[in-house]
């Protein structure tokens, strides 16, 4: 996160903007029951993004719980898929 620009949260949110410019109908299904999901890796490699992931769900009024660190190594098996967040 100290290697980014200062103003990265700020694209974030600019991001969102541009991917849901009005009504969100996926989130009017979902409603304002509270609801979880799980974030998988499907295959091998270095967990990158953690921050932008972050700033994407913080700005949406999520929380999110990593079980890995960034840059932290993945290795996932052929055909499987390992939880990450």
């Known amino acids: ?26 989130g009017f299904v979902v409603g304002e029951r509270t609801q979880s999901a799980t974030l998988y890796a499907k295959s091998s490699g270095v967990l990158a993004g953690i921050p932008f992931f972050f700033a994407v769900f913080e700005e949406l009024g999520c929380t999110v719980e990593f079980l890995l660190k960034e840059g932290e190594k993945v290795d996932c098996p052929a055909g499987s898929k390992i939880p990450v967040a």
């Open 1 to 26: 996160e100290t290697l980014l620009p200062p103003f990265w949260k700020k694209t974030v949110a600019e991001w969102l903007k541009d991917d849901v410019p009005s009504f969100d109908y996926g």
